[in-house]
């Protein structure tokens, strides 16, 4: 029958996605979205916090915070201040940490720096070669005496750098982890946070200061357009999939239609029989 050739055709739509392929593909169109707005979130915070780290390390330096604010200092709200300090370094207890500057490899020296209150904060006096790893290669120069420390406080750095954990007991360190150097140094009291020397104590033969890389990495755009686009293509993908099956079927139906006559009736009406 004419209907029966029209069903059976070569001209049938394709099939719709699935339902299991469906149902993914728009959570995935959500949680890209929501990827790409937690970025430009993420974006907006990177830029206030240049923003506040900026005006910190161009301000006015500031007495070292005082021990009963030390429980509430924090990378959010302290990170990177200017701050002066005054005391006498204790040089016999300093620690070497691996670091890596424009000069290559070497060390921070990391010196205590006792005050005239009892406390004791950890100062990064700068970097130093691996040939000047030996404390007697630049002895001759060690300012002694009390001193004016100034520089930028750091929050402190547990356990050790990437893939690199510190080892006290073998006194390998990799990171400035202020807890644990004091406790193997045995300083009393010290602060949870330490200070970056600025250049104003460097001297030749001794620690180079005032070497603090400010930078923080900001890709949070390029990240919010991936994911962005990643949702226009699984978009794009459905409306492909549902809205070309929608317009074969369109399609197929209207040739279907087309492909039926009415027997002729009237005047051209043949015999009934070439109607049968």
Not at 38 to 55: G, S
Not at 155 to 170: I, Q, V
Not at 199 to 213: E, Y
């Amino acid at each position: 029958m004419a209907s029966d050739d029209v069903r059976t055709g070569g001209d049938s739509p394709a099939r719709r996605p699935s339902l299991w392929l469906t149902i993914p593909a728009l959570l995935g169109v959500v949680l890209l979205i929501a990827l790409g707005v937690w970025q430009v979130e993420r974006r907006a915070w990177k830029l206030a916090l240049i923003d506040r780290v900026e005006a910190r390390i161009h301000a006015a330096p500031a007495p070292l915070p005082s021990a009963e604010t030390w429980p509430s200092i924090n990378s959010a709200n302290d990170e990177y201040r200017r701050v002066t300090a005054i005391g006498q370094f204790q040089h016999d207890r300093e620690t070497l940490t691996t670091a890596v500057a424009e000069a290559g490899g070497g060390f921070w020296v990391i010196t205590p720096l006792r005050m005239a209150d009892g406390r004791t904060v950890l100062v990064n006096r700068g970097f130093v070669l691996p040939e000047q790893r030996d404390r007697a290669s630049r002895q001759a120069g060690e300012p002694g005496g009390q001193v004016t420390v100034t520089g930028l406080l750091r929050t402190t750095e547990p356990k050790g750098g990437f893939l690199r954990h510190n080892a006290p007991a073998e006194d390998r360190w990799y990171s400035r982890d202020v807890q644990a150097i004091a406790a193997a140094r045995g300083v009393q009291d010290a602060a949870p946070f330490f200070v970056d020397a600025d250049a104003s104590l460097n001297a030749p033969g001794q620690p180079v200061g005032g070497l603090t890389v400010v930078q923080f990495p900001n890709n949070h755009l390029t990240y919010a357009l991936t994911w962005f686009c990643l949702a226009f293509m699984l978009i794009g993908w459905l409306v492909v999939a549902f809205g070309g099956e929608y317009l074969r079927g369109a399609r197929a139906g209207r040739r279907s239609g087309g492909g039926r006559q009415s027997p002729p009736t009237g005047r051209n009406a043949g015999p009934i029989a070439e109607h049968r």
